[in-house]
């Protein structure tokens, strides 16, 4: 056919036209390699990653080559003219290459019998672009990002009634991350509008207006952000109120990652909408029923059926091997029965027995059945390694912070510079106030300790034994055989024989009793269980501690001061880190050792946990702010529980490729069912099914898998939690120093994976059942 | 009272990269009420000639008019709408949804209109007696024979008292006497009902019954 070969190209003038435009590009690398910034820019766009990475990568290294060659003073005047001919050189280029390519008209052929006919009038009408499409889908990505920045920006600053409040404690103001979510929220409505207001509007998918508006409404407000934070002159001079967003994507190292992230959410809920609205539109108006579609998807894809549940179910709670040997033990024992019978039917009735060995026959499944099992194993077991992993990973995170704070406070209160003599009434006024339940003062110092041979450097603290258990839970975590009380009452330690040998005389100090026994009477000190290990000591011994702080001067300057004390009784707290460091003694004995006549802190229990920042906030608005100041147990470990939390976000993301790898299968297994039928989708057009109505029809199928797959993680998830929380599994203590894998069922952790896999599958979907739309009927219906 | 007008239709397939032109400005009026056969030689066009008139198939130019509505002005979901509600498909070879029973498939259509389950499963269950089917109701299409299963397309196609009916060679994977009967219900069927029908066949004898004969004959349709 002469119809094919329209187009002519001028291979020559092509050629040289590319190689001009590229030299143009050269020439403006060089140029620019002269200004300033253009290289950090560049940097920051090539770690960018997405799309242009690997093109701004290549730019760089032009630019960088061309800044060392070009040597920089001699060459800045004529800069101007670089640039222009540049331009020309780019332009001149381009319209070589459009003169190289030529359109040749077909060579004349006889009309053809319907020369001059009326043209099939939906063809005439045809037109695929719309520019009030292009407006809603262009101008919804736009206002969703501007009303990103603008109320991300009010929320976090402050704003009230459109100006910045001199004063702005007592303006609406939400934390950082709080202010995104909401923002965040809000602008994928307006994306999701958007696209659904489009998509229903033009009664299609209307990709070219789709990609056009995401393309040139869309990318310029991420581009100007990234360029902004590359180059922070500029954006402290424009945008610094923006900083209130990059803060938040700031914390994840790459503040422009985070503008590209949010606008590739901004265009997935675009996608959603538009897909949303073409199928709600489908019949030619606003249709959201989904009656007969779901009766075809539900006898399409029968996911709730309760073998196929019970098996997926099986696999995910006893691995593989076990439910396949027992399935495989019941399809045998089923076998034999059934031939029996059949046998036995055959002796009586030859044409009955084919009858039943027919239907025998005609059990087998399809592959499509098949790989629908495998779809929604895929996703069960994606939603119920997040469910365990992320359980598990709270569970130590619960496990760490109990410790944590059962050891330290929960806030404690201190004071600037001057000595906190006034901690009685400090501790009144505390007492009084809502959510508090516990105080205690304090005494923290650090010191060192012997004993024998052994010595190490401890931190040692000073408690009041009376009140220390309404605060921590030392009392609690003392081993039997030492006691708290022992603190208060040092005569009523009974001292082991063998360490007192090493020590006859009696240390300076030492407390003498009415009862005179051949051991003196120290003052208690209670020791880690880690710490007494390593000092080989054990209840009743006697340790030394040593502190180079307030001792009398010698000869030679101050002399460490040192004090026997006798080990009242062992702590187990847990956590490694304590047990190995911490050692309390009396307030009083602290006070005298420390020649200090007020304490370190106070610290306080509150009711709730996770209110610990605001209570705190509140004692030190009751006690007049300066001198005083609380922290809480968030601020005083935020890097360890900082640590944990991202921990868990990249476990989280990681465990999320599972469930995409499995809507990948998803993808697959909806291929197949479109292509399996063809001929049916073909005959439902026939009856009048519109495009709309074959889309729902398959996203259901797909929906289908996801729901089933991810109420089966679900469950299975649960079960395994609740499981692993009920008998527990033994740590190796070689290893870890807690006995069991710990284990906290969060409702919202579980909920996400779930809603995860939904949003999977139903993406997963999205692609096939548009595809499905797309099958002419008549192609459907030649096929036999 | 002209039911179908059809003025100037072209239509080209193509087949190893050639141009075949099927319909060479086809021109026909139907009355209301007409019951027409309509036979030609294989590969003439008669089934490409349904599915345009069907609007199931796109021609290169042409003009259609249904009871004065020119068909090819309607926007996609209304031509999905008018396939729905005015005609009634029957294919040579049955194309029943494999899952369904045949009362599911016969209400299929009152479904995709959105009727209630209820009354689409009374409705199908009339049109099944009305066929003859009232034993075979809760099988499905594999269970069924091909004159049944032929039958079960028929009610189908009748189950929203449709207008228009094209049929294409629904005789043409049965035997003879099954045949006749299928045809003996058409021609029932468009007495009782009044529905406009062109009737695709092979069957010389078939197309002999028929009020009105027509032959398509190198893209052109003329009385035979």
């Known amino acids: 056919m002469p119809s094919d070969r329209q187009t002519q190209y001028r291979w020559k003038y092509l050629w040289a036209g590319a190689a001009?435009?590229?030299?143009?590009?050269?020439?403006?690398?060089?140029?620019?390699?002269?200004?300033?910034?253009?290289?950090?820019?560049?940097?920051?766009?090539?770690?960018?990653?997405?799309?242009?990475?690997?093109?701004?990568?290549?730019?760089?290294?032009v630019v960088t080559v061309g800044r060392t060659s070009a040597s920089a003073p001699a060459f800045a005047p004529t800069v101007g003219r670089v640039w222009a001919s540049a331009a020309g050189l780019w332009i001149l280029g381009w319209t070589l290459i459009g003169t190289s390519?030529?359109?040749?008209?077909?060579?004349?052929?006889?009309?053809?019998?319907?020369?001059?006919?009326?043209?099939?009038?939906?063809?005439?009408?045809?037109r695929d672009f719309d520019w009030g499409t292009l407006l809603a889908y262009g101008g919804g990505v736009l206002a969703s990002e501007l009303a990103l920045i603008v109320l991300h920006t009010a929320l976090v600053t402050g704003v009230r009634f459109g100006r910045v409040l001199e004063n702005r404690s007592d303006a609406w103001q939400v934390p950082p991350p709080v202010a995104f979510a909401i923002s965040l929220l809000v602008a994928f409505a307006?994306?999701?509008?958007?696209?659904?207001?489009?998509?229903?509007?033009?009664?299609?998918?209307?990709?070219?207006?789709?990609?056009?508006?995401?393309?040139?409404?869309?990318?310029?407000?991420?581009?100007?952000?990234?360029?902004?934070?590359?180059?922070?002159?500029?954006?402290?001079?424009?945008?610094?109120?923006?900083?209130?967003?990059?803060?938040?994507?700031?914390?994840?190292?790459?503040?422009?990652?985070?503008?590209?992230?949010?606008?590739?959410?901004?265009?997935?809920?675009?996608?959603?909408?538009?897909?949303?609205?073409?199928?709600?539109?489908?019949?030619?108006?606003?249709?959201?029923?989904?009656?007969?579609?779901?009766?075809?998807?539900?006898?399409?894809?029968?996911?709730?059926?309760?073998?196929?549940?019970?098996?997926?179910?099986?696999?995910?709670?006893?691995?593989?091997?076990?439910?396949?040997?027992?399935?495989?033990?019941?399809?045998?024992?089923?076998?034999?029965?059934?031939?029996?019978?059949?046998?036995?039917?055959g002796l009586a009735d030859p044409l009955k027995a084919t009858e039943a060995l027919h239907h025998w026959k005609t059990r087998e499944q399809s592959?499509?059945?098949?790989?629908?099992?495998?779809?929604?194993?895929?996703?069960?077991?994606?939603?119920?390694?997040?469910?365990?992993?992320?359980?598990?990973?709270?569970?130590?995170?619960?496990?760490?912070?109990?410790?944590?704070?059962?050891?330290?406070?929960?806030?404690?209160?201190?004071?600037?510079?001057?000595?906190?003599?006034?901690?009685?009434?400090?501790?009144?006024?505390?007492?009084?106030?809502?959510?508090v339940v516990g105080e205690t003062p304090f005494i923290l110092n650090e010191v060192m300790i012997s004993s024998g041979q052994n010595i190490a450097g401890v931190i040692i603290k000073g408690i009041d034994p009376a009140s220390v258990g309404n605060v921590t839970d030392l009392p609690k975590n003392i081993l039997p055989g030492g006691s708290l009380d022992n603190l208060?009452?040092?005569?009523?330690?009974?001292?082991?024989?063998?360490s007192n040998t090493s020590s006859p005389e009696p240390a300076p100090g030492a407390v003498r009793t009415e009862r005179d026994p051949p051991t003196p009477v120290f003052q208690g000190i209670i020791v880690g269980r880690e710490l007494a290990g390593s000092l080989h000591v054990n209840v009743g011994d006697r340790v030394d501690i040593i502190s180079p702080l307030g001792g009398e001067l010698g000869p030679q300057g101050p002399v460490p001061k040192s004090r026997p004390f006798r080990?009242?009784?062992?702590?187990?707290?847990?956590?490694?880190?304590?047990?190995?460091?911490?050692?309390?003694?009396?307030?009083?004995?602290?006070?005298?050792?420390?020649?200090?006549?007020?304490?370190?802190?106070?610290?306080?229990?509150?009711?709730?946990?996770?209110?610990?920042?605001?209570?705190?906030?509140?004692?030190?608005?009751?006690?007049?702010?300066?001198?005083?100041?609380?922290?809480?147990?968030?601020?005083?470990?935020?890097?360890?529980?900082?640590?944990?939390?991202?921990?868990?976000l990249v476990m989280g993301i990681i465990l999320t490729i599972i469930v995409i790898v499995a809507g990948g299968l998803i993808v697959a297994t909806v291929i197949m069912l479109v292509l399996e039928k063809r001929k049916e989708i073909a005959v439902l057009k026939a009856l009048g099914v519109p495009d709309g109505g074959i889309v729902k029809i398959f996203l259901t199928e797909g929906l289908q898998i996801g729901i089933a797959g991810g109420l089966l993680g679900l469950l299975s998830g649960l079960s395994w939690c609740l499981l692993i929380e009920k008998i527990g599994i033994k740590l190796d203590p070689q290893v870890y120093y807690i006995p069991e894998l710990p284990v906290k069922i969060e409702p919202l952790q579980t909920v996400i994976p779930v809603l995860i896999a939904v949003l999977v599958t139903y993406l997963a979907s999205i692609y096939p059942a548009l595809k499905a739309s797309q099958v002419e009927p008549v192609e459907g219906l030649r096929s036999e | 009272m002209i039911g179908l007008e059809i003025r100037n239709l072209f239509k080209s397939y193509f087949l190893h990269g050639k141009r075949i032109d099927v319909l060479r400005g086809v021109s026909l009026d139907l009355a209301a009420g007409e019951l027409v056969s309509l036979v030609g030689a294989s590969g003439s066009g008669k089934s490409t000639f349904l599915h345009v008139i069907g609007l199931l198939d796109a021609?290169?130019?042409?003009?259609?008019?249904?009871?004065?509505?020119?068909?090819?002005?309607?926007?996609?979901?209304?031509?999905?709408?008018?396939?729905?509600?005015?005609?009634?498909?029957?294919?040579?070879?049955?194309?029943?949804?494999?899952?369904?029973?045949?009362?599911?498939?016969?209400?299929?259509?009152?479904?995709?209109?959105?009727?209630?389950?209820?009354?689409?499963?009374?409705?199908?269950?009339?049109?099944?007696?009305?066929?003859?089917?009232?034993?075979?109701?809760?099988?499905?299409?594999?269970?069924?024979?091909?004159?049944?299963?032929?039958?079960?397309?028929?009610?189908?196609?009748?189950?929203?008292?449709?207008?228009?009916?094209?049929?294409?060679?629904?005789?043409?994977?049965?035997?003879?006497?099954?045949?006749?009967?299928?045809?003996?219900?058409?021609?029932?069927?468009?007495?009782?009902?009044?529905?406009?029908?062109?009737?695709?066949?092979?069957?010389?004898?078939?197309?002999?019954?028929?009020?009105?004969?027509?032959?398509?004959?190198?893209?052109?349709?003329?009385?035979?």
Request: no cysteine; charged share 20%.
């Open chain 1, 488 to 498: 208060s009452h040092p005569e009523k330690i009974i001292a082991r024989p063998i």
């Open chain 1, 101 to 126: 390519i030529r359109y040749l008209s077909p060579p004349a052929q006889a009309p053809s019998p319907a020369h001059g006919a009326p043209l099939f009038r939906r063809l005439a009408r045809y």
């Open chain 1, 190 to 345: 307006i994306a999701f509008a958007a696209g659904f207001l489009g998509a229903a509007r033009a009664k299609r998918l209307a990709t070219p207006e789709a990609t056009l508006g995401l393309l040139y409404f869309g990318l310029p407000i991420p581009l100007l952000l990234s360029a902004l934070s590359a180059n922070p002159d500029a954006q402290l001079r424009i945008g610094y109120r923006l900083r209130e967003i990059w803060y938040l994507a700031g914390l994840l190292g790459r503040p422009e990652l985070g503008y590209w992230l949010v606008y590739l959410g901004l265009a997935l809920m675009i996608f959603l909408g538009i897909t949303t609205g073409f199928v709600a539109t489908g019949s030619g108006r606003m249709d959201l029923r989904s009656g007969f579609e779901l009766f075809i998807a539900r006898r399409h894809v029968s996911v709730f059926r309760p073998r196929l549940l019970l098996s997926v179910l099986a696999i995910l709670m006893f691995g593989i091997i076990p439910p396949l040997i027992v399935y495989a033990m019941v399809r045998a024992a089923e076998a034999a029965v059934e031939q029996t019978r059949i046998r036995a039917l």
């Open chain 1, 367 to 435: 592959p499509t059945a098949m790989m629908t099992t495998l779809s929604v194993g895929g996703v069960g077991v994606g939603v119920m390694a997040l469910i365990i992993v992320l359980s598990v990973m709270s569970g130590f995170e619960a496990d760490l912070q109990q410790k944590i704070i059962g050891t330290n406070a929960q806030v404690v209160v201190s004071k600037y510079a001057d000595s906190f003599s006034e901690y009685r009434e400090v501790i009144d006024k505390v007492r009084e106030m809502r959510g």
């Open chain 1, 567 to 648: 080990v009242a009784g062992i702590f187990y707290s847990g956590m490694y880190e304590y047990d190995a460091k911490f050692v309390y003694i009396l307030l009083e004995t602290a006070q005298k050792f420390f020649n200090m006549e007020g304490v370190s802190g106070v610290e306080v229990r509150v009711a709730d946990v996770d209110d610990a920042r605001r209570v705190a906030k509140a004692i030190t608005e009751q006690l007049d702010g300066w001198p005083y100041r609380t922290r809480d147990w968030g601020e005083m470990n935020r890097n360890l529980f900082s640590a944990l939390r991202l921990e868990k």
């Open chain 1, 20 to 61: 001009l435009a590229a030299f143009g590009m050269l020439l403006a690398a060089i140029a620019a390699s002269a200004e300033r910034r253009v290289l950090e820019l560049l940097e920051q766009l090539s770690l960018s990653g997405i799309g242009w990475g690997v093109l701004a990568t290549l730019v760089k290294a």
């Open chain 2, 59 to 224: 021609p290169a130019a042409g003009e259609i008019r249904f009871n004065g509505r020119d068909l090819f002005e309607m926007s996609d979901p209304a031509v999905a709408d008018f396939r729905n509600r005015t005609i009634g498909f029957v294919f040579q070879s049955h194309y029943l949804l494999p899952e369904f029973t045949a009362l599911e498939n016969v209400a299929m259509p009152a479904l995709i209109q959105r009727w209630e389950r209820g009354p689409a499963v009374r409705r199908a269950r009339e049109l099944l007696l009305r066929v003859g089917l009232e034993k075979r109701i809760d099988h499905r299409p594999g269970e069924l024979s091909g004159g049944e299963a032929q039958r079960v397309a028929l009610a189908r196609a009748l189950v929203l008292k449709p207008a228009l009916l094209l049929a294409d060679e629904p005789t043409g994977n049965l035997d003879p006497v099954t045949g006749e009967g299928i045809h003996q219900l058409l021609r029932e069927v468009n007495r009782e009902l009044g529905i406009t029908a062109i009737v695709v066949t092979h069957n010389e004898a078939l197309a002999e019954s028929m009020p009105r004969r027509l032959r398509l004959l190198d893209g052109q349709v003329f009385p035979s």
